[in-house]
């Protein structure tokens, strides 16, 4: 194992990092704290430590970081006992690296048995910054950072935002300041495509075809190795039907009683409880998120219905078929993922006269409260007062002083306390948190 330990530290130190599309979020450290990098598989979490490792580089030697992959077949047979050979190895090379800060990156670091004790003996006794991720094949990568105890800092890796698109695909490395006719153009056009192909990193250049069976995939791999493996689920009919329902009512409402009903009609077995816990599974793996009702009481919260939002339009692309007419629910995912990639927690609110708002927001670090409503098309006159006044009641209710209208193109000021966005615009507008 030493040889191998030997063997794949030079290989780092030879290679070179691959090219990167600069991701928004940052790495915030603190001494003696792990940096646990989470999400979604095929997100880029990977990559994502790549960003970091170049950006050490302007300052250190490539010789300071150590970067080791316990998915690489070569490391078949590791066990916690060998961790010790890795420092053995490293200082035995760089042995006046003792006195200096080095960077330790672990990918798929869950793949051995009780490593945290080997990282939480790291953090006691070496000059080291630590940095971990993982998928869920046996450990969910946000239990990577609970099993280290408050030893680590969390970081969220989603697929790429708005922005991140923009820049992946050379349209804007910033994002613009004047929206001139050529512009909004291209912004119009992008935004379109950003709703039909998502922003897993993998799949930006693919054709639709090999898209669609990549993301699929993606899919499948989350159900047999998040799921199915790891809880060792056994009704994989039950499960199956879950998702394709959730993914089939993108932005809506879900009872599991309803559901379970459902299934009972079509004489699939299946335990309320189960489908509680098949829930929880595929929340934990990030594929789907709940979104509560506003309320003080627990009890209200417990008896309505959450709201569930997928972590991608591409994967709901991807797994059924879609036309213009129902690209509403789209919009509100796309809303929700941005309001979630940026820091927020949020609620639906439903009124006491029965009128209902699709997101409360508040911020986790600054507090900040938004209040959104999402409309496709202004157009409709009946739709758009309804929506319009399900937000003024709420703001009314709540006592909050303005609310923002979401729409797919177009913009306009109501009263001077309600504001109306394209999807494209708020993107720009909204600022980028780096947790």
Not at 39 to 48: E, L, S
């Amino acid at each position: 194992m030493k040889t191998i330990v030997t063997q794949l530290i030079d290989n780092f130190h030879e290679r070179k990092l691959p090219v990167l599309v600069k991701r928004d979020k940052k790495f915030v450290q603190i001494p003696g704290k792990a940096d646990v990098v989470i999400g979604m598989r095929r997100t880029g979490k990977t990559f994502f430590c790549y960003q970091r490792m170049q950006a050490l580089l302007a300052t250190v030697s490539i010789e300071k970081l150590l970067y080791l992959n316990f998915e690489d077949d070569r490391l078949l047979g590791f066990t916690v006992h060998d961790f010790q050979i890795i420092l053995d190895v490293y200082y035995a090379k760089y042995p006046e690296f003792r006195d200096t800060t080095c960077h330790f990156f672990f990918d798929e670091i869950q793949c051995i048995e009780q490593w945290e004790k080997f990282i939480r003996r790291l953090l006691d006794t070496e000059n080291v910054q630590i940095y971990l991720t993982g998928s869920s094949s046996k450990l969910l990568s946000v239990e990577i950072a609970s099993t280290l105890r408050g030893r680590s800092l969390t970081t969220e890796i989603f697929p790429f935002s708005f922005q991140e698109f923009l820049k992946y695909h050379g349209i804007f490395d910033v994002p613009p300041i004047r929206f001139g006719a050529q512009t909004v153009s291209v912004l119009r056009k992008a935004v379109k495509d950003y709703l039909e192909i998502g922003g897993f990193p993998e799949v930006q250049t693919l054709d639709r075809d090999i898209r669609i069976e990549v993301l699929q995939g993606y899919i499948d791999s989350v159900l047999l190795k998040d799921v199915i493996e790891r809880h060792k689920v056994s009704n994989i009919t039950a499960l199956k039907y879950l998702v394709r329902h959730l993914m089939s009512s993108p932005s809506c409402k879900f009872s599991v009683n309803k559901f379970y009903n459902t299934l009972k009609s079509m004489s699939v077995k299946c335990s309320k409880n189960t489908l509680y816990e098949y829930l929880d599974h595929l929340m934990e793996a990030y594929l789907f998120y709940q979104v509560p009702i506003h309320s003080r009481s627990e009890k209200a919260r417990q008896l309505n219905p959450t709201k569930i939002y997928t972590i991608d339009t591409g994967l709901l692309n991807a797994m059924s078929f879609r036309n213009s007419l129902n690209n509403g629910p789209l919009l509100e995912n796309l809303v929700f993922m941005h309001l979630r990639r940026t820091g927020y927690l949020v609620e639906y609110v439903n009124t006491k006269t029965a009128y209902e708002t699709d997101f409360l927001a508040r911020h986790k670090i600054s507090n900040e409260i938004k209040l959104i409503q999402v409309c496709w098309d202004m157009s409709d006159e009946k739709t758009f007062k309804r929506e319009l006044r399900g937000l003024q009641t709420v703001m009314k209710e709540l006592f909050i002083s303005s609310g923002i209208i979401i729409t797919w193109d177009e913009e306009s000021t109501i009263d001077n306390n309600i504001l109306i966005y394209p999807i494209w615009k708020w993107f720009l507008l909204e600022p980028e948190f780096s947790r």
